[in-house]
């Protein structure tokens, strides 16, 4: 799957002291404090931070106050992968261990977890797909669009240009119609859904800017494609 991976994420950890005999009152459960910052260290605001166990696929989210800041409790015994999920994708970016517990054991300090990102200025949107020669979205395309929708309803200072673009299959003016006809029905699409107007717009490239040779088959799947472009 073709993807452009443009932004920007660091991570740091600082790990938990080491555990003491337990007593009623502290915890079993480990406390990770997640900030996030831009490269500036600027606090951002309603980024979705994952955090995925490996040994048991236990799925463990959040979403950082207007402070940058996130508190995630994670049960121990396991390594959790941390992902940030921006506007269409969410990638791997370190692995926090939480160790397994005896039963006259807990966590005396939180783990840290610092992440700083950057928004990439485009997206792909790998999981969007039409209808051969059509402006009709498939089912399977709803999933990612619904991802979109609710990031930019998390950012409404975001805004972003739906760009369409085509293979260099058919004449240039029927590429330039499907591919700004594809842009509209997504933005419509998120403007139902209640954004904004104002915060998307839609532009159909047609076949102008192809990222792979359109003299093969591989080449002209690439080019098609729908992007999110951060204005």
């Known amino acids: ?6 932004h920007l994420l660091f991570i740091s950890l600082t790990t938990a002291n080491a555990q003491q005999p337990v ?7 480990a406390t990770v404090n997640v900030t996030v910052t831009n490269m500036q260290l600027k606090p951002q605001k309603g980024e979705e931070v994952i955090f995925k166990g490996e040994r048991t696929d236990t799925l463990i989210r959040g979403f950082s106050n207007a402070a940058g800041k996130i508190k995630i409790m994670l ?9 940030l999920k ?14 397994a517990l005896a039963e006259d054991e807990y966590f005396t300090d939180p783990y840290t977890v610092t992440i700083k990102f950057e928004l990439a200025r485009k997206y792909r949107l790998d ?20 991802d979109l929708f609710e990031y930019l309803q998390r950012h409404p200072e975001i805004k972003v240009e739906i760009a369409g673009h085509t293979d260099n299959t058919g004449t240039d003016a029927h590429n330039l119609k499907l ?16 954004i904004k107007p104002t915060q998307v717009t839609a532009k159909g490239y047609g076949a102008g800017d192809p990222v792979a040779d359109n003299g093969t088959e591989e080449g002209r799947q690439l080019n098609r494609r729908t992007e999110v472009r951060v204005l």
């Open 1 to 6: 799957m073709f993807r452009v991976t443009l």
């Open 23 to 29: 007593t009623d009152s502290f915890p079993r459960i």
């Open 75 to 83: 049960p121990p015994d396991d390594k959790y992968t941390v992902s």
């Open 86 to 99: 921006a506007i269409s994708d969410s990638t791997k970016y370190a692995v926090v261990s939480i160790p």
């Open 127 to 146: 999981n969007v797909h039409f209808d051969v020669d059509k402006a009709t979205l498939r089912p399977d395309s709803y999933e990612q669009l619904t």
């Open 179 to 194: 591919s700004q006809d594809r842009a509209n029905t997504i933005r419509n699409y998120l403007l139902k859904k209640g």
